[in-house]
């Protein structure tokens, strides 16, 4: 069996890449990494805001883990209403003895000034409403989110 080789037939005229391939393939690679830096900002973004989002709900439940270890206060109704912005008290129950008063004063402030250094005008409400002896307590985490205002609620019975 005989093999035929056939030798490809080369122009002269073409030996390379001219210079509007190379500006065109310089265009797409360019278009490419733009959408790639703009998926980055993307992805940061919505990163940012998982994080906030997971920080609000850690922080409404650290405020009902407060109430559940505090329960003479709680009983005693210091956590039933909390405004946004509250900051009873002074004692600094870390260093000293309190009192289960002093102390749900100490969870409020402390509460209120970790929500505004961990989120973007983050602020924290408490509403209770007792129906049948049964307190329900609505703790309200409130941020800003892409110059939007984010309300996340949590609702207990303690």
């Known amino acids: 069996m005989k093999t035929h080789h056939t030798k490809p037939i080369i122009n002269a005229a073409q030996?390379?890449?001219s210079l509007v391939e190379v500006l065109i393939a310089l265009a797409v690679l360019s278009i490419?990494?733009?959408?790639l830096a703009a998926l980055q900002t993307v992805s940061l973004k919505a990163g940012h805001d998982s994080y906030q989002r997971t920080q609000a709900t850690?922080?409404?439940?650290?405020?009902?883990?407060?109430?559940?270890?505090?329960p003479l206060a709680l009983a005693a109704g210091k956590y039933n209403t909390v405004?946004?912005?509250?900051?009873?008290?002074?004692?600094?129950c870390v260093s000293t003895?309190?009192?289960?008063d002093q102390l749900a004063d100490?969870?409020?402030?402390?509460?209120?000034?970790?929500?505004?250094?961990?989120?973007?005008?983050?602020q924290g409400a408490i509403t209770t409403v007792t129906s049948a002896g049964v307190s329900t307590r609505t703790i309200t985490v409130s941020w800003s989110e892409n110059d939007l205002p984010i309300q996340l609620k949590l609702i207990v019975q303690l």
């Open 15 to 17: 030996h390379g890449f």
């Open 58 to 70: 850690m922080l409404a439940y650290d405020m009902v883990d407060r109430m559940r270890a505090n």
């Open 32 to 35: 490419g990494l733009l959408g």
């Open 97 to 100: 003895s309190c009192t289960t």
């Open 83 to 92: 405004a946004v912005g509250t900051n009873p008290g002074s004692t600094d």
């Open 106 to 122: 100490y969870d409020i402030r402390s509460w209120h000034s970790i929500l505004a250094a961990k989120l973007s005008q983050g």
